[in-house]
């Protein structure tokens, strides 16, 4: 069984995207963008040097414009992070505050204790999951 060029390097790219979705890393999936278009190039009739070079060029592009992109970006706190908690930004009514700055709210059929983490003063109305701090939620306009 004789394989061309282009096959092995789709077969890289699926590589690339099975060892992704395993692990959860972005990057590699800026590795197999840079190995399809190898195989591109492979289809395209260019030799073995030329496909490795564009392949090359597009992935350390990729992985690069990614690296820079995400460091640009400030993460957020992992209690305040909604890609790790789905209540984050989820709207509560607040019917009360105490003077300290806490309330008593219900939440997905439960009752939270809830702290004012906004600015300025706390008023009783419709607030926003800012954050969460145990069993705590932290709450802003």
Do not use: C
């Not at 399809?36 to 490795?52: E, I, K, R, T």
């Not at 209690?79 to 709207?91: F, H, K, P």
């Amino acid at each position: 069984m004789d394989w061309s060029p282009a096959t092995l390097w789709w077969v890289a790219a699926g590589v690339l995207i099975a060892a992704e979705l395993a692990t959860g890393t972005f990057y590699l999936l800026m590795l197999a963008l840079g190995v399809v278009v190898a195989a591109l190039a492979a289809h395209a009739g260019l030799g073995l040097n030329a496909q490795m070079i564009l392949g090359a060029v597009v992935a350390i592009g990729a992985v690069t414009f990614w690296h820079l992109k995400r460091q640009r970006r400030p993460l957020a706190p992992p209690q305040a992070n909604r890609d790790l908690n789905l209540d984050i930004g989820e709207r509560v009514q607040v019917p009360g505050w105490t003077p300290e700055g806490t309330a008593e709210v219900s939440y997905r059929g439960a009752a939270w204790r809830a702290r004012w983490a906004g600015s300025g003063a706390p008023a009783p109305g419709e607030h926003v999951i800012a954050a969460i701090e145990g069993t705590q939620l932290l709450l802003r306009r």
